[in-house]
């Protein structure tokens, strides 16, 4: 069993920060990769960072380039989304996710469907 742990959202104002912290534990044999997506009421899910855990490679959406950086903790299965210059349509459940190198991907890291385990999501809302 695989568990994902969410913390640090919540509220902030408009130009504020925020940093996100996804630990995994379980029985993952290997990972492939981290990464967070987030959905906001009457959207879509969509990708906004990715981070391999084989090569460091990094991978943002461009609405947030510039402002979020995405890092690791290989040591603690955990991943990590400083938020900057937050702005109100980053409001938004945000979800961390896991890539299993067993499932054998290595690209296309923006999308969700290779992505095996999720966690239950956190609030971000960015409001004055």
């Known amino acids: 069993q695989v568990q994902l742990v969410e913390s640090g959202g919540g509220l902030v104002q408009p130009g504020g920060s925020l940093r996100l912290s996804c630990a995994a534990s379980g029985s993952i044999l290997k990972i492939n990769g981290m990464g967070w997506f987030r959905q906001a009421p009457g959207k879509e899910r969509e990708f906004v960072a990715a981070?391999?855990?084989?090569?460091?490679?990094?991978y943002l959406t461009d609405s947030v380039k510039g402002r979020f950086t995405i890092s690791r903790d290989n040591a603690k299965n955990t991943v990590y989304l400083q938020m900057n210059s937050l702005k109100p349509e980053d409001t938004a459940v945000y979800y961390c996710?896991?890539?299993?190198?067993?499932?054998?991907?290595?690209?296309?890291?923006?999308?969700?469907?290779?992505?095996?385990?999720w966690g239950q999501g956190t609030q971000v809302t960015v409001s004055s």
């Open positions: 981070i391999s855990w084989s090569t460091s490679s990094t």
């Open positions: 996710a896991v890539r299993d190198y067993s499932d054998g991907f290595r690209s296309g890291f923006s999308r969700d469907s290779t992505y095996r385990y």
